[in-house]
């Protein structure tokens, strides 16, 4: 996603110097929150005394992955565990998990109805992602049922921030918010979700790319 004002996140992206006018450099400020847009979860974000996101190792966020496919998901449809194994293309432990819904595709995230609309993991779906052991697990849609709810400033018990609960607590490092991934042709590829670099963060934003036809 590209980082830029947007609704729920209070986002300033501004600039000063201005070279046709005689300045030497044009420098831009940005002020944002490290969970917002695309970005990667580290177990800090729930966990006191967990590892922050520069304490989060890189092979937890870069290496082979497997794409589970989504593409007729539901607005607002409860994805269970038995969706996500029609959907699994099989693999070993240790690799990055991607649920590729294309949901950029059906809702604009710069509205409500992205949020709203979206559909959502059950706490069964999470444990099955659990049992595959990844080492990150990564979603194109808001993936806890509560995301909407945020919206309207509705807090629920952190359980039924299911994703969270289940695999960021056993250090299964969330990637959330992707586009894009409707140009994915291959069910495996090399993933890149490498973070900011910011110590003492919770989470941090990444630019997220894929790379195809790697023989992963």
Request: proline share 8%; hydrophobic share 45%.
């Amino acid at each position: 996603m590209p980082i830029a004002p947007h609704f729920r996140w209070r986002t300033q992206v501004a600039a000063t110097g201005d070279i046709a006018a005689g300045d030497q450099f044009r420098v831009t400020r940005l002020d944002a929150t490290c969970h917002g847009f695309t970005h990667v979860d580290a177990q800090a974000h729930i966990l006191a005394d967990a590892p922050t996101i520069e304490q989060t190792p890189l092979d937890r966020v870069v290496g082979r992955c497997r794409v589970l496919r989504l593409p007729d998901v539901a607005p607002e449809e409860e994805i269970g565990p038995e969706r996500l194994a029609a959907a699994d293309p099989g693999g070993q432990p240790g690799e990055i998990l991607l649920l590729a819904a294309a949901w950029d595709t059906q809702r604009d995230s710069n509205t409500p109805e992205f949020w709203r609309h979206a559909p959502w993991l059950n706490r069964q779906a999470a444990e099955w992602l659990a049992a595959r052991e990844p080492t990150a697990v990564a979603f194109d849609f808001p993936q806890d049922y509560p995301i909407r709810l945020l919206l309207d400033g509705v807090e629920v018990p952190f359980n039924q921030h299911v994703t969270h609960d289940v695999l960021l607590r056993q250090g299964v490092t969330l990637i959330e918010y992707l586009v894009n991934t409707a140009s994915l042709r291959e069910t495996r590829c090399l993933l890149s979700a490498a973070p900011l670099k910011i110590p003492s963060a919770d989470g941090a934003p990444a630019r997220v790319f894929a790379i195809e036809e790697l023989g992963v």
